[in-house]
């Protein structure tokens, strides 16, 4: 007598697997520095007839200092220093194609998961990634260094990088942009520190107001790693950095709807824009999600490169 099993049925009443309704995400670096205090944000660029933006830099503020004058003497003139540093914004840009099949067999709601909803939500991921990766790469052009190639973070290292903040006159707060090998060779060489130097962990609330690449605070610096720090010395070396604001800044720029053009999505607080176009003759939705930004270096002085092992 035969039995009523799973093999029996398997390709006909019954399948070899089924979806679950939630999706895991792939593991990959979201650690976004998109709107951080301590980055400049020089503004939208739209209607402003360039896509190039001048930011001066001037001497004020304490940078000439008085002399002695003698009783009824002239005092000459100082005239004012100044330099200037240009910001340009530039398309950047991700495109998603989708079937109606694999859309309408999607077994999330709301569209979600691999869906137009899911996919848009994807899109300005990728936008604020590529804004960090942006911002990491700056570390390549800081003239100041610190740390020795083939050799790993310290805390020898990272104190020497605070004091060279410290000797051009930089005022806390500061924030570091680590590789995490480099994170992970600083708080090995911690293990060993002894004296009222003190890492402070994130907690998750501090996680949740500063974004997930941030690491806490180690001697008053704001910790942040990225997957996104550039590498030095033809790869064997990690070039992070640490600075204070000013450094370095952003502008961006957000196009107008096109009248007639397909479908936009304008993600709110967001410069990003998502748009839908439909291939009818191929049954494809077509997502391209386009961010036009620029950063740049604006104060050399403001940063110090942190050279350390691969």
Not at 54 to 69: E, Y
Not at 244 to 250: A, D, N, P, R
Request: glycine share 12%; with cysteine; aromatic share 8%.
């Amino acid at each position: 007598m035969a039995n009523i099993d799973f093999a029996a049925l398997s390709g006909n009443a019954r399948v070899s697997a089924v979806l679950h309704q939630m999706i895991q995400v792939k593991l990959a670096d979201k650690a976004s520095l998109w709107r951080h205090p301590a980055i400049t944000y020089y503004g939208n660029l739209s209607g402003s007839g360039s896509s190039a933006l001048q930011v001066p830099i001037v001497g004020l503020g304490g940078t000439d200092v008085m002399a002695a004058v003698s009783d009824g003497s002239s005092v000459s003139n100082t005239s004012l220093t100044s330099s200037a540093a240009t910001i340009t914004i530039a398309r950047q840009a991700l495109r998603y194609d989708l079937t109606d099949l694999a859309k309408l067999t999607n077994p999330i709601a709301g569209g979600m998961g691999v869906g137009i909803e899911g996919l848009a939500e994807s899109l300005v991921t990728a936008a604020e990634m590529r804004f960090t990766s942006m911002i990491a790469a700056l570390s390549s052009g800081v003239s100041t260094s610190v740390g020795s190639t083939g050799v790993d973070l310290s805390v020898s290292t990272f104190y020497s990088a605070i004091f060279g903040l410290q000797l051009t006159a930089n005022e806390p707060t500061f924030m570091a942009i680590l590789h995490p090998q480099q994170m992970n060779d600083l708080m090995s060489s911690l293990r060993s520190e002894v004296g009222p130097g003190q890492y402070l962990a994130a907690s998750q609330d501090q996680v949740q107001a500063k974004g997930p690449g941030y690491r806490g605070s180690l001697f008053g610096v704001d910790l942040f790693t990225s997957t996104k720090i550039p590498t030095a010395n033809a790869g064997a070396d990690y070039a992070g950095m640490i600075f204070s604001k000013g450094f370095c800044g952003y502008a961006d720029g957000t196009p107008s709807p096109v009248q007639g053009a397909g479908g936009l999505i304008l993600p709110a607080g967001t410069p990003f824009v998502i748009e839908i176009e439909r291939d009818a003759p191929g049954a494809i939705s077509r997502l391209v999600g386009n961010y036009y930004v620029g950063v740049s270096e604006i104060e050399d002085l403001r940063a110090v490169q942190i050279i350390s092992d691969f």
